[in-house]
């Protein structure tokens, strides 16, 4: 069935430090958003990449969607203590179902 | 976007009863989702919520241990049955926003003890 696979699992950064999340599958992705749920809240929807070879930013956040749309990166320049959470990439199911299969997330602690 | 509350936001209940879970949507949306979120886990998608239908159930989840309702467009529940210490969850729901996109829910705690 439809996969997606998301690394690192953990990091653990220095305040200003980049940080990058990468997001595959083995199969093409048809549709990858993005979401980030912060310590006790909820999955709140960041960004949508839908065409390959896509670039989209949001002030220090840089989201990437591969050349075959097999793979999604999100990448922060110079990290703050705000940016701690969970990032989530989640790929949407074909059929019209509005289903989406998340990648199993990557945790991000900002060390001040 | 949508503004989605759910109710209750935590519970703590004994092993085989039930709970019933609230989720209210601001706004009419055409699909409701219920996921299931294990503590620094993912997002499990337990079923999408049909107004009008029944539920339609992802792989491992049956109606009889998780019934669903969706008597309207912007309302719908999940109850958890005859509950066992593995039901112990966060459960969020979810609507469908534009371009396919969704707005959770604050999500439920549920401790089944």
């Known amino acids: 069935g439809q996969q997606v696979m998301q690394i690192p699992q953990y990091q653990h950064v220095q305040e200003g430090e980049d940080f990058t999340t990468y997001c595959n599958s083995s199969?093409?992705?048809?549709?990858i958003q993005w979401y980030k749920q912060r310590p006790g809240g909820h999955p709140v929807f960041l960004i949508q990449?839908?065409?390959?070879?896509e670039v989209k930013k949001q002030k220090r956040l840089t989201f990437q969607f591969g050349e075959a749309k097999k793979n999604s990166s999100l990448h922060i320049t110079a990290t703050q203590t705000t940016d701690v959470g969970t990032y989530f990439c989640?790929?949407?199911?074909?059929?019209?179902?509005?289903?989406?299969?998340f990648g199993q997330g990557t945790t991000l602690q900002v060390k001040p | 976007s949508a503004v989605i509350s759910q109710k209750p936001s935590r519970d703590i209940c004994q092993r085989g009863t039930s709970l019933t879970i609230q989720c209210q949507v601001d706004?009419?949306?055409?699909?409701m989702f219920w996921y299931r979120q294990q503590p620094g886990q993912s997002l499990t998608l337990i079923a999408t919520?049909?107004?009008?239908?029944?539920?339609?159930?992802e792989s491992g989840f049956v109606i009889d241990k998780f019934p669903i309702s969706r008597p309207n467009l912007t309302f719908s529940t999940l109850t958890v049955s005859n509950m066992s210490p593995e039901d112990s969850s966060i459960y969020l729901c979810?609507?469908?926003?534009?371009?396919?996109?969704?707005?959770f829910g604050p999500g439920t705690r549920l401790t089944v003890l």
């Open positions: 979810s609507a469908r926003g534009q371009a396919d996109t969704q707005y």
């Open positions: 199969t093409t992705l048809s549709n």
């Open positions: 990449l839908v065409k390959s070879g």
């Open positions: 989640a790929d949407l199911v074909s059929g019209n179902t509005g289903k989406l299969i």
């Open positions: 706004s009419q949306v055409t699909m």
């Open positions: 919520a049909n107004q009008g239908s029944e539920a339609t159930y």
